[in-house]
DNA sequence: GCCAACGTTGGC
DNA sequence: GCCAACGTTGGC
C-alpha cells in the first residue's frame, strides 16, 4: 500500500465537501500536469491512503484522509467541450488525462497546518515543504504518513 | 494583492 | 532545440 498527498482548494473543493458527497466519494478529475497524471493513471491503486490538503486559503493544511476506491481511468472531463477542463488534445481513444476516485475515511480533528509541517527535520523529504512545490498529487513515505497523522 | 517558482507555449 | 514570454500555483 501507498501513500499519497492531494491539494484541493477549499472553496472549489474541500473536505466537507467531500463529506456530502454519496458514499463520501469523488472523481478527482480537473488534474493537468504530467507528472501528477503519471501518478495518477500509472501508480495509485485501490486502498491507498491520502492525506486531504487544503491549499490556498487561510490555513493551508491537512484536514483529513481518503482513500483511494477506484484506480486511474480517463478524466472524461477533457472530452468536454462545456467542461472548463477541456482539453480538445485528450480523446477517448487516445486519452491524455487520468483520474482516480476518492472516498473520505474521515475527517481530522484539527487542520495540520503547513506551518507545523514545516517545523519536523522527519518531514524535510516531504515534497509539500519543498521550496516551489506545486505538485498537486505527491507521494508521502509511510513514516512520513504515520508522523504526521500522530501529530493530530 | 504580491510575487517567487515553475510549467507550457511558440517564435526563431 | 533554445529561450523569452506568459500563465498558473499557492504561500504569505
Redesign the pocket.
Known sequence: MKYWLM?S?PEAFGIDDLANRPDQTEPWDGV????ARNMLRDEMKVGDEVLF??????E?GVVGIARIVKAGYPDDTAFNPDSKYHDP?STADRPIWYRVDVALVRKLKRTI???EL?LYPELADLA?V???????VMPVGEAEYRFILELE
Do not use: V
Request: glycine share 8%; hydrophobic share 10%.
Open positions: 491539494k482548494e493537468r500536469n504530467y507528472q490538503y487544503h491549499s490556498n486559503c487561510k493551508p488534445k497546518g503547513l506551518s514545516k509539500l519543498r521550496k516551489g512545490n506545486r505538485l498537486s
